[in-house]
């Protein structure tokens, strides 16, 4: 079975960064769309970033100019920088994928890695 596994996340101080990764544990699968998401205590889990497999790339209007997500095929890897971090990022960042096979779309989770920015 097919698995994402998080890394990257802890504890930094605002203004900081931090790189998170994401890989697929299968490597002949395509990843079609790559996507962040993120849950802080006590709210709803909201998109943060999305790239498409044809290179369309979307961020929550929250994080444009701060963060970045990037992927790499061949790895099947995604990335995402997250520059001059601000306390209200704190929260569990989970990545997010579909891929096909069987002639069916699949999704696929991570189990989130948490993300701590203090002021």
């Known amino acids: 079975q097919v698995q994402l596994v998080e890394s990257g996340g802890g504890l930094v101080q605002a203004g900081g960064s931090l790189r998170l990764s994401c890989v697929a544990s299968?490597?002949?699968?395509?990843?079609?769309?790559w996507s962040w998401y993120r849950q802080a205590l006590g709210k709803q889990r909201e998109l943060v970033a999305a790239?498409?497999?044809?290179?369309?790339?979307n961020y929550d209007d929250s994080v444009k100019g701060r963060f970045t997500i990037s992927r790499d095929n061949a790895k099947n890897t995604v990335y995402l920088q997250m520059n001059s971090l601000k306390p209200e990022d704190t929260a569990v960042y989970s990545c997010?994928?579909?891929?096909?096979?069987?002639?069916?779309?699949?999704?696929?989770w991570g189990r989130g890695t948490q993300v701590t920015v203090s002021s």
């Open positions: 997010y994928a579909t891929y096909y096979s069987g002639g069916r779309n699949k999704i696929l």
């Open positions: 790239n498409t497999i044809g290179g369309m790339i």
């Open positions: 299968e490597m002949g699968i395509v990843i079609n769309v």
